[in-house]
T-cell receptor, first 112, second 113 residues
Framework: AQTVTQSQPEMSVQEAETVTLSCTYD???????LFWYKQPPSRQMILVIR??????QNATENRFSVNFQKAAKSFSLKISDSQLGDAAMYFCAYPHNNDMRFGAGTRLTVKP | DTAVSQTPKYLVTQMGNDKSIKCEQN?????MYWYKQDSKKFLKIMFSYNNKELIINETVPNRFSPKSPDKAHLNLHINSLELGDSAVYFC????????????FGQGTRLTVV
């Protein structure tokens, strides 16, 4: 069974606008981490942001922030003031047993 | 000063050949992984090693054999390459299994012709 679900295969945003990428996950654990990774055309996997489940405060890294809803098992990524360099595949990820499980990804296009 | 480095970046080879991809991490991590990314960008775990010991072996053909000579290295050897093996292969490492982020190499694009 898929552990991480990203329901938006593609998203588009105007430069300088805000976009939110959705992610839901399935776990029976109470303490865990969640991650968003970015994969630009260079194909390098880059960690964007992490959230610790026991922290109620949503994580923020500059223009990137998350909306973490533990009860709903939802972990969305908000990108503010979108820039052309934000165009990439974005993957939600959850450490599962002994590896990292990834969603199917969302391709983000940024329009100038 | 790359944290996780894998070589080569590109590999083009004929069906039936045997090839290897090397991976090294200088982060002092205990755990290393191999992932396969298919043409639809889906990332699937293949193998996971912790301190040189295999802890995950997903449903991968036994033509794929990982080797970890020490905890800083995890190489992937592929025998009798098939067209369907064409993909991007990522090596990654993490401090420990289960609850920390993974750091990725730059990927190896394998094309089997």
């Amino acid at each position: 069974a898929q552990t991480v679900t990203q329901s938006q295969p593609e998203m588009s945003v105007q430069e300088a606008e805000t976009v939110t990428l959705s992610c839901t996950y399935d776990t029976s654990e109470s303490d865990y981490y969640l991650f968003w990774y970015k994969q630009p055309p260079s194909r390098q996997m880059i960690l964007v942001i992490r959230q610790e489940a026991y922290k109620q405060q949503n994580a923020t890294e500059n223009r990137f922030s998350v909306n973490f809803q533990k009860a709903a098992k939802s972990f969305s990524l908000k990108i503010s003031d979108s820039q052309l360099g934000d165009a990439a595949m974005y993957f939600c990820a959850y450490p599962h047993n002994n590896d990292m499980r990834f969603g199917a990804g969302t391709r983000l296009t940024v329009k100038p | 000063d790359t944290a996780v480095s894998q070589t080569p970046k590109y590999l083009v080879t004929q069906m039936g050949n045997d090839k290897s991809i090397k991976c090294e991490q200088n982060l002092g991590h205990d755990t290393m992984y191999w992932y396969k990314q298919d043409s639809k960008k889906f990332l699937k775990i293949m193998f996971s090693y912790n301190n040189k010991e295999l802890i995950i072996n997903e449903t991968v053909p036994n033509r794929f054999s990982p080797k970890s000579p020490d905890k800083a290295h995890l190489n992937l050897h592929i025998n009798s390459l098939e067209l369907g093996d064409s993909a991007v292969y990522f090596c990654a490492s993490s401090l420990q299994t289960g609850n920390t982020e993974a750091f990725f190499g730059q990927g190896t694009r394998l094309t089997v012709v």
